[in-house]
């Protein structure tokens, strides 16, 4: 259930409806607009059956939401939301680029990374600390040095950084360091993770499951905005079919979708989407296209020496050229970058 | 294998050559280029290990084609395929539209879309006589009578019209109204039409199936060419996979996968990808950002009376408005439209 | 509509209720039964109020069949259909098994191939004459002398023979030979195909598509049943998804599903879904446990020789073991073999 | 590479190899079967180069592994580990069926069912603390209160329970009531609860990932082994694919593909698998035809008032009829139950 409240509505009255919702029962988010504010009621709605809410004093109207997913739903707020990192502004009009290196190496290789992505265009760095393998026996990624080796790069340009959060005891840890906290694919249903990520106070990069349908997306995003954090991104990845002759199917249809369902921002990444770096720039301007709110971009210096994704990563000139392309597309449709 | 020729290479040259390959019981596939003549030796090629091709007059080199396609292979050719259908250069700078109902039903309704869509810049008229359908009990289409509505709607526009093959024994009288002959997804491994297609003299543009590989779209591509008609059309349209918000699941990563594999332009089809009309416009977007070659779009002048495929057609005005919005996409990454 | 006529309903009570149906706009299905008649009532079934088709003479209820499917669907006969195929119950309690090789080579290998399958328990044989294959420059099967081969086969062993059809224009040819008319996987949707199998006086075996849902699957079925042949058996044979160990991923949960949906016999072939021999003896078995009326397995008598799928076919002798492993599952879930 | 040891070798000569093998800076896995002892050199296999291992006192012969699985791989131990829960053995000729209700609820259902399962002939009983639920505002499970009452059950019947581990911060907790910790199919690539799993000292039910190919699957299960666990059980319980008719496709087949590949016990949940009841029977008998080790299975005394499931939960009584069944096919198999 939804409660918007009039224009002038004060804290007075705020807080009365707050009371009558939590005296039946139910649990409350309140969510702050430019205009007005609105308030969701969470929990059996049936509670509230003996009380006259649209009766109340500031209370313009009542609506129920029919969706499963409610905080994030596009019913819940008609405005786009806009997250604010450090400045950069996603979910605008302007389009916006993460890019950098599937895993932190070395000092040197990720300031290079992070001046060269810089240079190009790209307002986040990107960087894996804590790296998700399939294989025991692969690179697990520097782990706490590489936080520090990000945040090395972050003085030198500028950049905000986001990283990979695998475990609810690296919370705190993570969130000392980065500017958004990124929840991979492969916990996209790791729950824990999510309502952490929920409680912590960053913004948070959602990846799409492998095999995740729109609506369990939107179920996963539900867990960390029911914890009161809504600085949500979403980022479709690609999918797993039947397809081989790329790593995933990137699902660009998600995006239209999502814009419909959510409020939230909307990114792609297509370097995992399509596992090959000759395919990430056709991908990136289909997902400037489409009507994507930006993207995830993997760049190393020397991708041949990658210890991994080096396959899908482009070179610095080459995500320069990218950008410049990408740029074009984004004002056909009507959007800068 | 390939065997490239010099360009003065003379008619007898080509028929010593192509006597030799013949000889040795393979069979052989001449390519008349601008510059020069590649042929194709198609069968066992242990058996051309007695004769030193390279050795033969006139011939420039010798390639083995390691892709199980071998005729539409992009080995077979660098230079991409452009065909010419009444005057529309299919695969060339231009991108082109080809628009129109999913079923032809009436002499009104199918010239007013005909003249609506090429009002709005569409070059090529689309409308099914013959339909394919899930239920037995479902409109089947107006068979003959269709095709003869299609022809009349040509004449009044001067469209070149494209109408789908579903039985071998309607090639002749489908050829005999048609400027393109479609195959559609089911028939993708109809491998007796597919020759039937190869057999025509027509451009046929080749939908891919619903869980056809990337390999096998080819590979059925192949067939045609296999009989002797080079003038094909790969058409994207959406694959299965477990999504159920949309339709199908539009494989835009297709398209610059086919364009490294195959030298055959490549459309897409977002109406049939997405399975209803909002979705249409910004997929249209992303297939012209992603390099598709060109766009099959449904449209008709009544969708919610439409006997076929109501939902994800697009009313005229919507088309005009989305030509437009492809016109600065196009120019965005190079082409025009 | 169903129209379910009393017990001693006449020809004459049959012929009037009929008469009203058609005199509707409708089209109507007679299913004469062992102890009384249906009548399907098929088109709008709007134009059927004005008449109380219950008040009729001898009609005992009126059923309207909610499925899309109707003549299929176990709704329109809660007994199970049993065909008869020269003396073979198919759908009985009895399972029937269906082997031999993946194409017919030679007068001897299927002769001895049949022998062999006849004396390890098979009751009809199988063998491929036109073969559809994804690849032009493969073996496309023998055609028309493939079918002379089989019919030899038969009337050395007894066994009634199937083949699969795969262009409408060979339908007269093969119903002279087969005793079976197989619809192969990849013209499930080839809804031409299916309307000539279901004007042949044959029963047809028909394939589920790599990509079908049953819905779909009984769609199919239901487009050969309107054409008035109702001696249909469908054939799960793996579907196509993400997992690439096995050549398709064999759906046995499909035989209670359609077993609920529908009164037809369902077959397995393990051989197309494991895609290698190793795997078709332990799916053979599940099979059977899961509620199978029969299997179709491949047979080859030098498999490493094969002509086609020779890597799913097993040994004459591997088959006389699976046979006697099957007796006993069969026995353990209330079935005979 | 794998060193198998010679019958006689003395706890010296394990620690010379085990010496040698550190000493290039490899890693070393020790397993002590009942007739010789294997140690598995993990890590880059280009360091023992130099080290003549097969002239080594005591060592039998020395294998490279080819699979990226070593210590799960067939290769890495020929003959099936069977384990020991309480003396219950998993993975031995006698198959065992784990049966219990999808979350714990109270004391009362929880005891009443384990009494129910338990005399149908069930020797491990199931049930949920801590729940994935795809959405926040389900009932998540009653947490370490229903681990009291699971321990409870065990006291009152003598079973042994398994239950889930979502988060790593609770292993220790979970540890002290399971005697099998179970990891879910939404968790098959949370490596961090993983690598906890591998460090517990209790045998670990895996369960496969929706959307994991066989390969990750075994990947998942090298983790749990590479930390020292190799108590591990693999749980086919459904994957994802286009099909709706059931919630999942039960892949059958992977329990052949499975049995080539590792030497681990497989396990089926057919109610996961098929989402509703009436499939859990035939897919349930499938299973044992098809070779599983043994059956997880939903049961729960008031499936309409389930907390969670309750569509796919069987009644005990037609649990106890299904053991029956199931006995009758074990046979037939070669096995008990």
């Known amino acids: 259930m939804i409660i918007v409240l009039k224009k002038d509505a004060t804290e007075d009255i705020v807080e009365h409806v ?15 607009g430019k205009e007005r504010t609105i308030i969701g009621a969470i929990g059996d709605e049936t ?7 649209e009766a109340l004093p500031g209370v313009e109207s009542v609506m129920p939401i029919l969706k499963p997913y409610k905080l994030v739903s596009r019913e819940f707020s008609k405005e786009g939301t806009v997250i604010d990192v450090g400045g950069v502004r996603i979910g605008d009009t302007e389009l916006q680029v993460i890019a950098g290196p599937c895993s932190v190496e070395s000092i040197d290789s990720i300031v290079n990374c992070a001046t060269a992505v810089k240079a190009a265009g790209a307002r986040i760095l990107r960087g894996g600390a804590f790296k998700p393998r399939t294989s025991p026996y692969d690179f697990q990624g520097l782990g706490a040095d590489g936080l520090k080796l990000l945040a090395e790069a972050k003085k030198k340009t500028g950049l905000p950084i986001i ?5 609810p005891r690296d919370t705190e840890l993570i969130c000392e360091y980065v500017d958004i906290v990124q929840i991979g694919a492969r916990n996209m249903q790791n729950f824990r993770l999510l309502t952490e990520a929920g409680r912590a106070r960053k913004p948070v990069l959602l990846k799409r499951g492998l095999s995740a349908t729109i609506k369990e997306f939107l179920m996963s995003a539900e867990y960390i905005a029911s914890q009161g954090n809504s600085q949500i991104i979403l980022c479709e990845r690609g999918i797993r079919t039947f397809e081989t002759s790329t790593r995933n199917t990137l699902d660009l249809s998600a995006v239209p979708v999502l814009k419909e369902e959510t409020h939230l921002p909307v990114f792609i990444d297509p370097s995992h989407g399509a596992g090959r770096w000759g395919l990430v720039a056709p991908l990136a301007k289909a997902a400037v296209a489409v009507g994507a709110d930006g ?13 991994c994704d080096g396959a899908q990563s482009l070179k610095p000139n080459k995500f320069a050229m990218l950008m410049d392309d990408l740029r074009k597309v984004a004002v ?6």
Request: aromatic content about 0%; hydrophobic content about 45%.
């Open 295 to 307: 993207l995830m971009i993997e760049v190393h210096t020397d991708p041949e020496n990658a210890l």
């Open 47 to 53: 509670l509230l059956s003996g009380i006259s809410l």
């Open 18 to 32: 707050v009371e009558k919702i939590k005296g039946a029962g139910l649990s409350v988010h309140i969510s702050k």
């Open 332 to 337: 056909a449709v009507g959007r800068t970058l």
């Open 163 to 167: 990283s990979e959060l695998m475990d």
